[in-house]
């Protein structure tokens, strides 16, 4: 299976209308605990959503939403299945077809051209230990996030949409020999549409966050802070806080 379309035809996710005109989406746990048991209906209503649905709690996640469409709820209920890893792609890829196998291979091919630093989607491990991925280049550094959503492109450009924390600078990011495989989507057969969104696993670089530690002299001489001066003012609130943030090695 390789579209979020065709995980709607899973062989242990069913539909069924009950009695009272509700939808059922049961995954067949096949032994390893209950079912899970999502729900939607039409509800029509002034100014809403004419469809609601209602995801199982699964690790503390699901609840009630509304959708303008019922495909777009059933859609909802795979990628919640999805995200809780009882349904999806295998990190071989295997679930590719050969038309997107190809799209996913230019699209590594096209990342392995970027060098030097480091690319969207790569890994991050953070002075805490805790590993963080790439999500949005600036001028002046990367900020990074603990999840989201990486599109790919055959182009090895990514974008991204989640949650962001606080921009480091290129200077912080220290490369690794390690690699890992990190979590990506295109459009099947790059056509763009509701559900067609594919998974792929492409391997990632691995770097090691460390912050350089300046003096003021340091940090005052910094690209960053020069172009802060030029455009706040030497020594003005913004270009002294900003002085501290480069002495502390952040943006």
């Keep these: 299976m390789t579209s979020h379309n065709q995980m709607l ?24 605990g209950g079912d899970v048991v999502s729900r939607y209906w039409r509800q ?29 709820c059933r859609l909802m209920i795979v990628q919640h299945l999805i995200d809780a890893g009882l349904i999806g792609p ?7 077809d050969a ?22 989607g790569d890994f991050v491990i953070m002075p805490s230990g805790k590993v963080e991925r790439c999500c949005a280049a600036w001028d002046d550094g990367m900020q990074t996030t603990e999840g989201g959503s990486w599109h790919v ?31 990506f989507w295109f459009f099947s057969h790059g056509q763009p ?6 998974d792929v696993f492409l391997p990632c670089r691995v770097y090691r966050l460390e912050p350089p530690s300046m ?6 001489a910094h690209p960053v ?7 706040w003012g030497e020594n003005s609130r913004d270009h002294l806080r900003k002085i501290a943030r480069l002495m502390e090695g952040r943006t």
């Design 9 to 32: 035809a899973h062989p242990h996710l069913t539909f069924s209308q009950t009695d009272d005109g509700t939808i059922e989406a049961r995954f067949d746990m096949q032994g390893w």
């Design 44 to 72: 029509d209503a002034p100014g809403r959503d004419a469809w609601t649905y209602d995801l199982a709690r699964i690790n503390g996640k699901g609840g009630r939403y509304t959708h303008p469409t019922e495909h777009g």
């Design 90 to 96: 295998s990190e071989d890829n295997s679930h590719l």
């Design 99 to 120: 038309r997107n196998a190809e799209i996913a291979a230019r699209a590594q091919a096209a990342r392995d051209n970027f060098t030097g630093r480091p690319r969207l």
């Design 153 to 183: 492109s055959t182009s090895g450009t990514c974008s991204f949409s989640g949650g962001l924390n606080a921009s480091q600078l290129w200077e912080s990011f220290k490369p690794t020999e390690e690699t890992r495989l990190g979590r």
């Design 193 to 198: 549409g509701a559900g067609r969104g594919v």
């Design 215 to 220: 003096t003021e002299a340091e940090a005052r």
């Design 225 to 231: 802070a020069r172009r802060c001066a030029d455009f």
